[in-house]
């Protein structure tokens, strides 16, 4: 695993400090979710999967290959960050989902919780077109705030760092990354 994440520690000329999860870590747990997921609903609570992109899409694809229910994807962009390591508080819904949400039990795919404001932002918009109801699914909660709404289910409770990997990104880059790993500070 060392001899993988030396081959990336050259990405865009920054370097990674140490690898947080594994590939295999990841795994198991995204395996994990999928089977709780399976067993809280039903056939006819016509699944909608809304992923937040990017940071979700790696996340979302192994999630959805988990969960034993019929199911819909579908994907929102939001973005706050720009290529600053802090959130800029201002959320932004830069692409919108057209499925059709009202009755439908939806979980929105998160990539990581931080500040929260993204989440803050969007389950207002979903609840206002009247799902039956409404899960955030977070693979990685920082747990620097507590949020009204809470993820119904998290991966990891991850260290206050700045992660890159598995679909996280810094500037856009390391999204590749098969495990996640904290970014070295320069
Ligand atoms: P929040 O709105 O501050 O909770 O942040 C949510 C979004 O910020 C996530 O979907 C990520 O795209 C990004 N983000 C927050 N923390 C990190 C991090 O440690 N690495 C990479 N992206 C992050
Ligand atoms: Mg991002």
Not at 39 to 57: H, I, N, Q
Request: net charge negative; hydrophobic share 40%.
């Amino acid at each position: 695993m060392l001899k993988t994440a030396e081959s990336f520690l050259t990405d865009a000329g920054h370097r990674l400090s140490r690898v947080v999860y594994s590939e295999e870590e990841i795994a198991r747990r995204v395996h994990e979710m999928g089977a709780e997921i399976s067993t809280s609903f039903g056939a006819d609570d016509r699944l909608l999967v809304l992923g937040l992109l990017k940071g979700s899409f790696i996340f979302l694809a192994d999630l959805v290959r988990q969960i034993r229910l019929p199911l819909q994807v579908d994907f929102l962009v939001a973005s706050s960050y720009g290529t600053e390591k802090r959130s800029s508080g201002d959320v932004k819904l830069l692409y919108d989902s057209s499925a059709d949400v009202e009755g439908r039990s939806v979980i929105l795919v998160e990539d990581i919780v931080d500040s929260g404001n993204t989440i803050r932002r969007l389950t207002p918009v979903i609840e206002a077109r009247r799902p039956k109801s409404l899960d955030v699914c977070a693979l990685l909660h920082k747990r620097v705030t507590r949020l009204e709404k809470e993820p119904r289910w998290i991966g990891f409770d991850c260290p206050q760092e700045f992660l890159v990997g598995y679909g996280l990104d810094y500037s856009e880059n390391f999204r590749h990354l098969p495990f996640i790993a904290s970014l070295a500070d320069r």
